[in-house]
């Protein structure tokens, strides 16, 4: 993967940093994943707290010279334009709200492009995936991407296999992350790479992490699902969340898992009170519960997108869980959200 002269090896202080990113922050970004890829950067690239570009060194570019936004309101000042990309081992682009419109210029893909054909390593940090996506740099590949957007990557590219099953994907040159405290593991695999363990590990240590995750740890499960489920059944329902609009048989599920339907249903029964069925069912019932809060899509398509059969038993199923017919929960949503003013950006599942 590495490139000639390129984190292949230490480098003294006086010889530069053994570690190199170039970072260029969408628009909108996720202000937490940027901090903490940084940050990890700087606790190991020095001694102590004295938080010297010993190790490790960054730079923020824009195409332009002006302020970018956060989501959380918040504005960065880039460092600088875009830099000849030979020098760094890894560009970063940390993605954050989507739909909100262009996440990057054409400028920046165009720069995206470039780098890939120069060999320079691209990540994508939380949605900075979709930006790569878009630029064409995943075609054919497999990417990681937060459960909460594996839906998203499905509808908007067919020539891309999305996982959300795990923290972060190392796929060559592509490296892929779920956004989310998992940046900071990420970081600690690049520094543990170019830099060292030890390094990796202070830094995490500092950071109050106990040490860094592989990139195979599972993301954390929907907030119904208690932590305390055995890893097989956490398995099971990350594959329900990647296979929302074909909804796969309990044998399948099972299949894939290495076990037989009848122990993975009784798994399901001891950690959860339901058989994996009825969970799946409730998984899908709320994402097209998201979907009438958060698009104007008919609820024709968004039933065929919860993975059901068809308008009328979407609605009847959530009638059933939610006491109400999908037209009035869109119209009273909509109604709340114009009286609030919130931006509504995260499922309730």
């Known amino acids: 993967m ?18 190199r990113v170039g970072f260029i922050l969408a628009n909108n970004f996720t202000l937490s994943a940027f901090s903490l890829f940084a940050d990890t950067l700087r606790l190991a690239g020095d001694e102590g707290d004295l938080s010297r570009r010993v190790q490790c060194d960054w730079k923020v570019m824009s195409s332009r010279p002006r302020a970018i936004r956060a989501s959380c309101g918040l504005e960065v000042m880039p460092d600088s334009g875009l830099l000849d990309p030979q020098p760094f081992d890894y560009i970063a ?16 893909e165009d720069y995206l492009r470039a780098a890939a054909r120069a060999g320079v390593p691209l990540i994508g940090v939380c949605t900075g995936t979709f930006v790569l996506a878009r630029a064409g740099l995943l075609k054919g590949r497999r990417c990681c991407v937060s459960w909460y957007h594996h839906s998203d990557m499905i509808r908007d590219f067919d020539d ?9 994907l190392i796929d060559g040159d592509r490296i892929t992350s779920s956004g989310g405290a998992g940046v900071a593991d990420l970081a ?9 363990a030890s390094a990796a590990h202070k830094s995490m240590g500092i950071l109050l992490f106990e040490s860094p995750r592989p990139e195979t740890t599972s993301q954390p499960m929907p907030a119904f ?11 099971a329902i990350s594959l329900m969340e990647q296979n ?16 037989g339907d009848r122990q993975l249903t009784r798994l399901f029964m001891a950690a959860l009170g339901q058989p994996p069925a009825a969970v799946y ?3 899908r019932i709320r994402y097209g519960r998201w979907l009438l809060e958060r698009s104007s899509r008919p609820v024709a398509d968004i039933a065929a997108a919860s993975g059901f059969a068809d308008a009328a038993h979407f609605g009847k199923e959530f009638r059933r869980v939610f006491g109400t017919t999908p037209a009035r929960f869109r119209a009273s949503s909509a109604a709340e959200r114009s009286a609030t003013d919130l931006p509504a950006d995260r499922r309730p599942y």
């Open 2 to 19: 590495q490139r000639k002269g390129a984190g292949t090896g230490p480098r003294t202080e006086q010889g530069g940093p053994r570690l």
């Open 225 to 235: 699902v208690p932590q305390a489920v055995p890893p097989t059944v956490r398995r």
């Open 93 to 108: 682009v940390i993605g954050g709200v989507l739909h909100q419109g262009a996440a990057v210029d054409r400028d920046t």
């Open 160 to 168: 891309i296999e999305p996982v959300s099953d795990r923290l972060f």
């Open 244 to 259: 929302l609009e074909g909804p796969l048989t309990v044998a399948a599920l099972a299949a894939r898992i290495g076990l």
């Open 188 to 196: 600690a695999t690049l520094v543990d790479r170019h830099v060292g």
């Open 281 to 283: 069912r409730r998984i």
